[in-house]
């Protein structure tokens, strides 16, 4: 049966065509529609997008009471899989302890020690409330296992709720390999990688990610790093890079020389880098993850100066129980124009057309796509940032 | 009947003879009982309180499953009762457009032609919306009035939802008395006053407050805020203030003069202010308001260095249209770990504790106390800032 919704007093569609009305409020790249109607058809595909107006009929009809209707958040970087509790950890950091990577370990050994029904049931519970603030499509990675049973494990724990599967056994050199760090590269790029794609290169994971931080003692370096993500690459995965999170380093401009989908964090940039990331755009997306930058009160990056610069600039929450355990995206948007000078549009185009792309897909509210969708209790977008903190986006469920 | 609550990972009762435990959690401060239960009476007070293994029967219980319980959130300043939608001029701000209280005729006017039931409507929707994120006790300030009418119609409508309510005819001086600033002075002492206090001193307002702001033309000087503060006492109002908000100022020192219960913003302060406060301990409390320096882009207070000097610090929400439309403490619990310094068990503490005294209020969980709790989807209240923007605290309907 279709379905006609209706009452949207302000659809943001991300649909270049249909962009007009008030500039200052980002009309234009949104792609917005006041007053607007929306058919579904019974496959769940957008049918007709318009004014109210001019709405066709349907077989049901549904009043969303004058609220606004966003394309559902995609969040491109989250590490949902793990166990354990690191939230005293936190709380020492907010004293003054520094972060280094070294808290992996603690997730690690919780991981690896939880059962496979323990896992899921904590992806399922967190993917969940997600959908409860918005977000329609999650990316996860994985990274907690470091073993190759234990990365397959969380591979595959989560391909069971996402096509957008991130192998990252390259989060840190686990502590058993502390001093042979040659060869658990290896074994990323060896026995891990080759079981990965055992049943065909993106049969378990779409892409291969790295934590390159010259900064951390328990990341990869520069060439570290390359050797992992042109092993990926030739093995036939997308590439994916943690860059830049900690200090300056090659984490930027590797991921944009080999092409990656996305380097994340880029919260310590460079001229260089952003040059680097300008050139790329189209091909290789800079996503900012605000809610690391607040979880450890580290400086943020100055998203105003990559838009500026013509960088595609994506928003993720980075969800994971060390340095963001913070799976809201309107949280991240709030910081995207409180701390980095985006606009409340900017960073709703963030949330979803370019985190969208970072993992292949589009996100238009369009005829023929998915009605990915989520609703906001107020009449605009600009209450996602202008309502800092409080719950008013949720996916819709049709 | 009587109900038993069990499951109680973690049981923050604010009652310093519990106090033990982990000294880096604020577990003496809190009072903390870890693996608690609760006994409540038919008539919604505490009747017991202590470790599980000693609880004992009641009529019927119930299992909180391993979640932390926390006093209700005491939200004691806020500005609920408006009309009017400024999200257009958050967004302009966050662009460069400076805050000096000049918008706030803008929710005047939408607020005065708004029927009763509107502004009803309103008011009961952030009520609700606020009870979901933890809140169980709200003071009400009115304000967006500003004529005799309609500051009388804001406060009973307000008195409908709480006994917290704060006369705020000197929010600012309205714009049909910009030439006569005076007039305006004498209409709130004289005729406004009279009539909030015809029933009785507090049969419609519990305080009074004003905005005491030499920075804001719109807001009243010293002397201004002098004649206020000293009208209300004299009919019996306890007194508040909104002090040193936009710039250094005599809201602070005049409100620990006259033995306000509350000043707050306390935005910017100097040595002398912090004097002041810190000898009015016991009497004057200093509610920061987090959100209103997130949402105008302002530096924050040192929240540290007030509890250093031993100031006592409460934390409210602040939620008005104009510079801060959070209705999240859990956010502003969030903004005060990571901006201001605090401790995770301070900023609760400060939320809970120390802004119901600013209300005249004991938030103990003890017995013979009104059961106003909250629960969180965690196992402890440090989640309450790790977790970031994550709606993972509600109040507990019982």
Not at 12 to 23: F, I, K, L, Y
Not at 236 to 241: E, H
Request: aromatic share 4%; net charge negative.
């Amino acid at each position: 049966m279709s379905l006609l919704l209706t009452g949207i007093a302000e659809l943001t569609t991300n649909d270049p065509a249909r962009g007009d009305g008030h500039a200052d409020r980002g009309d234009a790249l949104l792609g917005v529609v006041r007053d607007a109607a929306l058919v579904v058809s019974a496959d769940g595909l957008v049918e007709w997008v318009g004014p109210a107006d001019e709405a066709p009929d349907a077989d049901t009809r549904r009043d969303l009471g004058g609220r606004a209707v966003i394309p559902g958040f995609v969040d491109s970087h989250t590490h949902l899989v793990f166990a354990g509790d690191r939230s005293a950890e936190f709380a020492a950091r907010m004293t003054g302890t520094p972060y280094d990577g070294g808290g992996i370990a603690v997730s690690v050994a919780a991981t690896r020690a939880a059962s496979d029904d323990e896992l899921r049931a904590l992806v399922a519970a967190r993917v969940a409330e997600m959908r409860a603030q918005g977000t329609t499509t999650v990316e996860i990675k994985s990274g907690y296992g470091l073993t190759l049973d234990d990365e397959l494990r969380s591979l595959r724990i989560a391909r069971e709720v996402t096509s957008h599967t991130t192998f990252l056994g390259a989060h840190v050199v686990p502590p058993e390999y502390a001093s042979d760090r040659a060869a658990y590269v290896d074994l990323v790029t060896g026995p891990m990688l080759d079981a990965v794609t055992a049943d065909g290169p993106t049969s378990l994971a779409e892409s291969i990610d790295v934590f390159c931080e010259p900064h951390s003692a328990h990341a990869f370096d520069g060439d570290e790093a390359r050797t992992i993500l042109e092993a990926g690459r030739a093995a036939g995965l997308a590439l994916r890079v943690h860059g830049n999170q900690l200090g300056p380093g090659p984490g930027v401009r590797l991921a944009c020389e080999l092409g990656a989908r996305s380097v994340d964090h880029c919260t310590f940039l460079d001229d260089a880098d952003v040059e680097a990331l300008a050139a790329a755009r189209g091909t290789t997306v800079a996503t900012l993850l605000p809610g690391v930058e607040f979880s450890t009160r580290s400086p943020y990056p100055d998203g105003r100066a990559l838009i500026d610069a013509g960088v595609d600039v994506a928003l993720a929450s980075d969800c994971n129980p060390g340095t963001c355990y913070s799976s809201s995206i309107p949280f991240a948007i709030a910081l995207a124009v409180r701390e980095m000078g985006m606009t409340p549009a900017e960073a709703l185009h963030a949330a979803t057309a370019v985190s969208a792309r970072s993992l292949g897909l589009d996100r238009r509210i369009a005829p023929g796509q998915p009605a990915e969708l989520a609703v906001i209790d107020a009449p605009s977008h600009l209450h996602l940032a202008y309502r800092a903190g409080v719950p008013i986006v949720r996916a819709l469920d049709l």
